[in-house]
C-alpha cells in the first residue's frame, strides 16, 4: 500500500510545456503514473505527450477530476500556481522548484492548511510509490514496492537510501520528499502519522539533516508509535552559521539544529540512530 499518492491520483502537471515539464513528465508516464492533463497558461489546446494542455486547473479538474499537482513552473511563479491550484480543489501539491521566496512559502503552506490539501515542498524531488507512480524528479529505477516508508530532507540520500534498501530485499512503500528549504509545506510529524496507520507500512526511515527543528518534532510522536523508525542525520561536520547545500541546512547557533541536538531526541524518542547510510539497511533488518 501507500500513502498520499495512491490508486486514486490523479494528476495535472503545471508548467507542462516547458522544457523541463515536457521531460519529466514523459518519465512519469513511463513509470506508469497516472496523468490527465497539463497546464500552461496561454497554451491552452495544445497536447503533450498526448495529454491535453488547458490555462488553467480549473478546467483540468472540472474535465477530468484531477486530485493532485505537479509543478516545474519557476520559483518567482510557484505561489500562484500553487494558490490557483488548491482554490481548484487540489488536494495533494508537489512543487518541485528551489529559489522560492521564503513569503511566497508562509502563504502557500497557510492556504494549504486551511484547505485540508498536502503541499510538499518547495525544493522536493517529490514523492513516489513503486508500483503506483510517482510525482517528481526521483529516479524511479532506484525504487521498488515494499513496506518501508521513507521521509527525505535530501533528494540524493532517499535515493541512496532506496538502493541499500533494495540490496537486502526490502522495497518502499512510499518515499516523501518534505523539501530542503527553512520552511516547507508539510512537517516530518504529519507523515509520520500517515505511516503509522498505513497498514502496508512496517518501518520507517527518516533522512535529515542538520537545521530547523523538524526532526526533533518528529521525535515526539515517535514516543508514541508502534512501529520501528530508523534516523540518518546528514550534516554532521557542517560548521555553526554556515549554509551547507539545502537552504534548510543550516545551523544558526550552537546547541539548536544541530546533528547532537537531533540524535539526542530520537534516542531519547526510542528511535535507532545509523552512524551511516549503510547502516539503516543493517538496523532495518534487526528491527524486523
Avoid at 522548484?97 to 524531488?125: F, I
Avoid at 518534532?217 to 542525520?233: D, W
Avoid at 530520537?266 to 540512530?273: P, T
Wanted: charged residues 20%; aromatic residues 4%.
Amino acid at each position: 500500500m501507500s500513502i498520499l499518492l495512491d490508486n486514486e491520483t490523479r494528476a495535472v502537471v503545471q508548467g507542462i510545456t516547458g522544457r523541463i515539464g515536457s521531460v519529466q513528465t514523459a518519465w512519469m508516464l513511463d513509470y506508469g503514473t497516472k496523468l490527465v492533463a497539463g497546464v500552461t497558461p496561454g497554451r491552452g489546446g495544445e497536447t503533450v505527450h498526448d495529454l491535453p494542455v488547458y490555462d488553467d486547473v480549473y478546467e483540468a479538474v472540472e474535465k477530468h477530476g484531477a486530485n493532485a499537482t505537479v509543478l516545474f513552473v519557476p520559483g518567482p511563479f510557484l505561489r500562484d500556481a500553487v494558490l490557483e491550484a488548491i482554490d481548484a480543489g487540489i488536494k495533494l501539491v508537489v512543487a518541485i522548484p528551489e529559489h522560492v521566496p521564503l513569503h511566497d512559502v508562509l502563504q502557500m503552506k497557510s492556504a494549504a492548511e486551511k484547505n485540508g490539501a498536502w503541499l510538499l515542498g518547495p525544493n522536493t524531488p517529490g514523492i513516489i510509490s513503486p508500483g503506483i507512480g510517482k510525482l517528481g524528479i526521483m529516479p524511479g529505477n532506484m525504487f521498488t514496492e515494499g513496506k518501508i516508508g521513507i521521509i527525505s530532507r535530501s533528494g540524493t540520500l532517499s535515493y541512496e537510501m532506496a538502493g541499500l534498501l533494495n540490496e537486502v530485499g526490502l522495497g518502499q512503500s512510499t518515499m516523501v520528499g518534505v523539501g530542503g528549504d527553512p520552511v516547507v509545506g508539510s512537517r516530518m510529524i504529519k507523515i509520520l502519522q500517515e505511516f503509522e496507520v498505513d497498514p502496508e507500512t512496517e518501518a520507517v526511515i527518516i533522512v535529515g539533516e542538520i537545521g530547523g527543528s523538524s526532526e526533533e518534532e518528529a521525535a515526539e510522536f515517535i514516543k508514541e508509535m508502534k512501529k520501528p523508525v530508523i534516523a540518518y542525520l546528514a550534516g554532521r561536520t557542517a560548521p555553526s552559521g554556515r549554509r551547507m547545500g539545502h537552504a534548510g541546512a543550516i545551523i544558526k547557533k550552537e546547541g539548536q539544529g544541530t546533528v547532537e541536538s537531533k540524535i539526542k531526541a530520537f534516542k531519547k524518542a526510542g528511535a535507532l540512530v545509523a552512524s551511516k547510510p549503510s547502516d539503516v539497511a543493517v538496523l532495518i533488518k534487526e528491527c524486523l
